[in-house]
């Protein structure tokens, strides 16, 4: 998991921790002196990661966890792109929005509860072919729909060119 602390995303990852699943979270606050949470199969790097670093983790990654932040009642967030674009497999909180871009169990995974985050874990986990499978159809989904930044921000400055003219 990459990304920032909030109470529920670490019920969740400590719930994984205590059902045998080894987790590597890197971000800001989530050491275990601010979360309250120490388990020894949370291995917290408790550092920021960008760039290369970003995408080397993220495709090295048998899976990488996708949380919705609950405070801006987000329906998608950056990572939504970034995982599949990295060639990693994403597991994301279930929404509408996520799964009309990825579609379910082709180009990503999704999950509603501890329960089902801990079996798709699991399950893919010990599946590699096909885990390996819907991350490359993601990361090929993100290259036919030019989702990287450089095609986001042409469209936007020559958005921005025509209302201009």
Same mark, same amino acid.
């Given at each position: 998991?990459?990304?920032? &602390?909030?109470?529920? #995303?670490? @019920? %969740?990852?400590?719930?994984? *921790?205590?059902?045998?699943?080894?987790?590597?979270? !890197?971000?800001?606050?989530?050491?275990?002196?601010?979360?309250?949470? =120490?388990?020894?199969?949370?291995? =917290? !790097?408790?550092?920021?990661?960008?760039?290369?670093?970003?995408?080397?983790?993220?495709?090295?990654?048998?899976?990488?966890?996708?949380?919705? #932040? $609950? /405070? =801006?009642?987000?329906?998608?967030?950056?990572?939504?792109?970034?995982?599949? *674009?990295?060639?990693?497999?994403?597991?994301? @909180?279930?929404?509408?929005?996520?799964?009309?871009?990825?579609?379910? *169990? #082709? @180009? *990503? @995974? &999704? !999950?509603?509860?501890?329960?089902?985050?801990?079996?798709?874990? $699991?399950?893919?986990? /010990?599946?590699?072919?096909?885990?390996?499978?819907?991350?490359?159809?993601?990361?090929?989904?993100?290259?036919?729909?030019?989702?990287? %930044?450089?095609?986001?921000?042409?469209?936007?400055?020559? %958005?921005?060119?025509?209302?201009?003219?």
């Amino acid at each position: 998991f990459i990304g920032t &602390y909030e109470k529920i #995303r670490s @019920e %969740y990852l400590l719930f994984l *921790a205590e059902n045998g699943i080894k987790i590597n979270v !890197f971000g800001w606050a989530h050491d275990s002196k601010k979360t309250g949470i =120490n388990h020894p199969n949370i291995l =917290n !790097f408790n550092r920021h990661v960008f760039l290369d670093d970003f995408s080397r983790i993220i495709s090295s990654s048998k899976i990488s966890i996708n949380f919705l #932040r $609950k /405070s =801006n009642k987000d329906t998608e967030t950056t990572r939504t792109v970034e995982i599949p *674009a990295c060639g990693g497999f994403m597991l994301a @909180e279930r929404s509408r929005e996520q799964q009309e871009l990825f579609e379910e *169990a #082709r @180009e *990503a @995974e &999704y !999950f509603d509860s501890k329960e089902e985050l801990l079996e798709k874990v $699991k399950y893919y986990t /010990s599946h590699p072919g096909e885990r390996n499978m819907i991350a490359l159809n993601g990361r090929i989904k993100c290259l036919l729909l030019k989702l990287d %930044y450089g095609s986001q921000l042409s469209k936007i400055i020559n %958005y921005l060119k025509i209302q201009n003219d």
